[in-house]
């Protein structure tokens, strides 16, 4: 039995929650919602009110009755009917917000049934073997764009601490994040906090944001990265030849591939450029960006898509040119930690999940931690 609710996500708005019940347990999932997003990712289901009616009635009256007497032990199985049943290439009709909310409760009853972990579930649908190693964290710091509204082009300012252990680097974002707010509070005063718990302060320049991180870190061993959402804001070869640039996404606008693949041939092989709003963890979308050499790193977000097989499938395509992988929360986040089992279960190469302090972000780092101690 599928039910579906209306919840709030972290911006106030509402969101989904599925409840699926089985034979050997009740299984939950939330979709998340994106602020700032790329025009080719699928539809999330609104009211003309902005809420989900429509959605959770989708849910309930089209989805629920189509998988009542399916079997639940294959995840490709399910979303093949989830996708047949939208008949659409961007989940148009029933949404992805919807879909994906079914589709996650479905993946972790499956795990449960195999009696495995959902990571190691969803490492047997990505076929990479055991996991072993979890991603490197990329904490938001100082966030500007569409997520701040504070006059700051980039949307996200991250550093990515480089020790083994996520543990270790957990402890690292925390303590730069503390001093951080420390250093931004003597020199603006009262300073908000972004849609990711990042700092919004008003700030001009990203050489501005980068050299306040960058002294709060203290002789940390980090790097940085950067979400510049479109915006050309600043010349990236100077940004990299001056601070310890580790990757730049969406440098450009998400039809830029020509300038994508320029700045991919000048930094390409000492900073990654991930593509956004320009992949949208869309298989035809990655396929076009290898073909025009525009990045080599994928950032990837579920509901962009709206499956976990169609995610997987995003993830296996861009491994297979070598592109790094970075799992992706949204502004609009629940306490759903979906997205760390998936990071592991892929084997992502990072994971970003906003800042080290709110609940929504922190249960994805709380998750990895405990997988961390299971490994």
């Known amino acids: 039995m599928i039910k579906a609710k209306e919840i709030l996500d972290s911006n106030k708005k509402p969101t989904i929650k599925v409840e699926l019940k089985t034979d050997w347990g009740s299984f939950a999932a939330a979709a998340p919602s994106g602020v700032s997003t790329g025009f080719y990712e699928a539809v999330e289901m609104r009211d003309e009110d902005g809420g989900v009616k429509k959605a959770i009635e989708n849910i309930e009256k089209i989805i629920a009755p189509a998988l009542e007497r399916e079997k639940l032990d294959d995840q490709k199985k399910i979303d093949k009917i989830l996708i047949d049943l939208d008949g659409t290439k961007n989940k148009a009709r029933l949404g ?113 944001a980068i050299d306040l991180i960058l002294q709060a870190s203290q002789g940390e061993n980090i790097r940085m990265a950067i979400d510049a959402a479109g915006a050309k804001a600043e010349d990236y070869s100077e940004l990299v030849a001056k601070y310890p640039i580790l990757s730049v996404e969406d440098p450009f606008g998400e039809e830029d591939f020509e300038n994508f693949a320029q700045l991919k041939n000048k930094i390409g092989d000492s900073s990654l450029i991930f593509g956004d709003d320009l992949t949208v963890s869309n298989i035809e979308r990655i396929k076009l960006a290898e073909e025009k050499q525009a990045c080599n790193g994928l950032i990837l977000k579920p509901n962009q898509i709206g499956t976990v097989t169609e995610t997987i499938e995003a993830a296996k395509l861009a491994k297979s040119y070598g592109w790094k992988i970075m799992v992706a929360n949204r502004a609009g986040e629940t306490e759903d930690s979906f997205i760390a089992d998936l990071a592991v279960g892929i084997g992502a190469d990072f994971i970003k999940s906003g800042a080290p302090y709110p609940a929504e972000r922190m249960a994805k780092y709380n998750r990895l931690l405990d997988i961390e101690k299971t490994l």
């Open 96 to 208: 992805a917000n919807a879909i994906l909310a079914v589709s996650i409760a479905v993946c972790r009853a499956i795990a449960a049934n195999k009696k495995i972990t959902l990571y190691q579930y969803i490492a047997q649908l990505s076929e990479v073997g055991a996991p072993k190693v979890l991603p490197k964290p990329s904490f938001n710091m100082i966030e500007g764009g569409k997520h701040a509204q504070n006059g700051l082009a980039f949307q996200e300012f991250m550093v990515v601490p480089q020790k083994d252990l996520f543990k270790e680097n957990l402890a690292i974002g925390i303590k730069i994040y503390q001093k951080l707010g420390e250093i931004l509070k003597n020199k603006f005063g009262a300073v908000k906090l972004s849609a990711e718990g990042a700092y919004a302060p008003k700030i001009e320049t990203s050489f501005g």
